[in-house]
Antibody, heavy 116, light 110 residues
Framework: QVQLVQSGAEVKKPGASVKVSCQASGYTFSDYGISWVRQAPGQGLEWMGWIATYNDKTIYAQNFQGRVAMTADTSTNTAYMELRSLRSDDTAVYYC?????????WGQGTLVTVSS | QSVLTQPPSASGTPGQRVTISCSGSGSNIGSNTVNWFQQLPGTAPKLLINSNNERPSGVPDRVSGSKSGTSASLAISGLQSEDEADYYCAAWDDSLNGWVFGGGTKLTVL
């Protein structure tokens, strides 16, 4: 079965960077893209961007342009999302999700807390 | 402010039918299919409906979706306590070149 397993919770100071990983199994990794979606405490879902795992093409949401980088390693079936210049309002649960014209399976989420 | 508009809350008693609406525009729902996600408390979202009205394997047939123009709806009949969750609609937006979500609807089973 499809599984997306994300890295553990992180606590970061304002201005720092965070890199979250998402290891996929149960399907051919390079056949599907990966989207990243975040959810601030008590809030809704916000799409951050997408990466085509077979050629590293990326599409980033305007809100994150210049501050986010998504990469993929087909040798380990792992996708990564790095967010820079963290602010307190970046505190959220970050999800990876399998996405090939449709978001279907999701990772368990990674809580990133930004606090001084 | 979400691009897609959903009511913040909905409710029903066990056995009832409830519907949740999702309103968008020509660049998202008007041009592309709608997906619905269910998020139980403290868990990741789960795909409930894709391509407007298709149920993934394992989703009961008392759950259905529809789309008309720039709006979509999710219907759950035979309401059960386990349906108590947050529900989100989503569609690709051609103008923004990305996925857009509704703000979410909290469904309470009374």
């Amino acid at each position: 079965q499809v599984q997306l397993v994300q890295s553990g919770a992180e606590v970061k100071k304002p201005g720092a960077s965070v890199k979250v990983s998402c290891q996929a199994s149960g399907y051919t990794f390079s056949d599907y893209g990966i989207s990243w979606v975040r959810q601030a405490p008590g809030q809704g879902l916000e799409w951050m961007g997408w990466i085509a795992t077979y050629n590293d093409k990326t599409i980033y949401a305007q809100n994150f342009q210049g501050r986010v980088a998504m990469t993929a390693d087909t040798s380990t079936n792992t996708a990564y999302m790095e967010l820079r210049s963290l602010r307190s309002d970046d505190t959220a649960v970050y999800y990876c999700a399998r996405d090939q014209a449709m978001i279907d399976d999701w990772g368990q989420g990674t809580l990133v807390t930004v606090s001084s | 402010q979400s691009v897609l508009t959903q009511p913040p809350s909905a409710s029903g008693t066990p056995g009832q039918r409830v519907t949740i609406s999702c309103s968008g525009s020509g660049s998202n729902i008007g041009s592309n299919t709608v997906n619905w996600f269910q998020q139980l408390p403290g868990t990741a979202p789960k795909l409930l409906i894709n391509s407007n009205n298709e149920r993934p394997s394992g989703v009961p047939d008392r759950v259905s979706g529809s789309k008309s123009g720039t709006s979509a709806s999710l219907a759950i009949s035979g309401l059960q306590s386990e349906d108590e969750a947050d529900y989100y609609c989503a569609a690709w937006d051609d103008s923004l070149n990305g996925w857009v979500f509704g703000g979410g609807t909290k469904l309470t089973v009374l």
